[in-house]
């Protein structure tokens, strides 16, 4: 069987507040091949870039971390900072949320995508600078020959984050990294970076790790997805399967908050009950416990372990049986507020 490019095992990070230690990241699990495409998708404060951020060891200092991360046979966890530079923008590559703070005002565009070639590769000047036009050609910034000594300022917000992702790809890294890279963008450019970076990955044969919020983003762009909540995945599974038979009650939410075209004008968008709660109030049980409609005593006792509801296809909820009833007899509805008869304010089912 081949050796995943990328393992994480029971990945933990506990970060120091003022009002105590939080577990940001709880037990996460998940592996990625070579050429594979993966997603991350769950509210702010989910935990999301925190475990991206983990992969690279780019964690506050006061964090503390366990389990295991395996890139390429190698263990990260506990190696030295020098180790882990060697790695950050040579065989991993990272698209930053925002393009504008990713970037260095003080520096030329094309210092800044020469700079890890010339870091990692050793090459010269000008031969890091005609590497950087190409990239910067390829990924779509017109001119680049003649805007290769243009300041970040002088582009365009979808212009920069073609940079960001030039930057990525100068090394011609084994993992990508893409952390809401398209979150500062309107629709027509968010397009345009998805497509560019799915062209890409598929190009140089990279695995792709993409955090996103949104839900579309993720159905079109990757092969297995994880859902998190409360710092720990509380879904995964192969996108197909995970979007057609949601299993968690988390998940099921996030399906039934979205806009659909068929929906009647003024109709109210269904909602999850609650708030997110803040990391120093998570329960050592299920994240998810209070908000959810089948709560029970037992949910915010224990911290539910994965359960196999597919091929592939996980869900940490230890009231599966009666959610997936609920699913079958039409009644999962009660996840969300449903409108009052009157039209007015909104009324919470709960599901016995």
């Not at 990692?120 to 779509?140: K, N, P, T, Y």
């Not at 659909?260 to 994240?287: D, F, H, N, S, W």
């Not at 224990?302 to 699913?327: M, Q």
Request: aromatic fraction near 4%; glycine fraction near 10%; charge should be positive.
């Amino acid at each position: 069987m081949t050796r995943p490019l990328l393992e994480v095992r029971h990945l933990s990070v506990e970060l120091q507040t003022q009002r105590g230690p939080a577990l940001a990241v709880r037990d996460v699990s998940f592996s990625l091949a070579a050429g594979e495409t993966l997603g991350v998708v769950g509210e702010s404060g989910s935990g999301k870039s925190l475990t991206a951020m983990a992969l690279l060891g780019l964690l506050p200092e006061q964090a503390r971390v366990s389990g295991s991360i395996v890139f390429d046979g190698q263990e990260l966890l506990g190696q030295p900072e020098p180790v882990l530079r060697a790695l950050r923008g040579d065989r991993i590559g990272m698209v930053f949320q925002e393009p504008m703070t990713a970037l260095n005002p003080v520096h030329t565009i094309g210092h800044q995508v020469a700079e890890p070639l010339r870091l990692h590769r050793g090459m010269g000047r000008s031969q890091a600078r005609a590497e950087a036009i190409a990239l910067l050609d390829r990924v779509g910034i017109p001119e680049a020959a003649r805007r290769i000594d243009a300041y970040p300022h002088q582009f365009s917000g979808g212009q920069r984050q073609r940079v960001t992702i030039a930057m990525a790809l100068a090394c011609r890294p084994q993992l990508l990294i893409a952390d809401e890279p398209t979150t500062a963008l309107d629709v027509t450019l968010q397009r345009q970076i998805l497509d560019l970076i799915r062209g890409l990955v598929q190009e140089r044969g990279m695995a792709l790790l993409l955090v996103s919020h949104d839900l579309g983003v993720i159905a079109r762009n990757v092969q297995r997805v994880l859902v998190m909540y409360g710092g720990a995945v509380v879904e995964s599974g192969p996108t197909a399967s995970v979007f057609a038979d949601a299993t968690h009650p988390y998940t099921l939410g996030l399906l039934a908050a979205r806009p659909g075209l068929r929906m009647a004008k003024g109709q109210r968008l269904a909602t999850i009950p609650g708030t997110v709660p803040e990391l120093v109030e998570l329960t050592k049980g299920c994240p998810f416990a209070g908000r959810c409609a089948w709560t029970i005593s037992e949910c915010g006792a224990v911290f539910p372990p994965g359960y196999e509801v597919g091929v592939g296809h996980r869900a940490r909820c230890i009231r599966l049986d009666v959610v997936s009833e609920a699913k079958r007899s039409g009644t999962a509805a009660a996840l969300t507020p449903t409108l009052s008869p009157g039209g007015e304010g909104a009324t919470t089912t709960r599901q016995p």
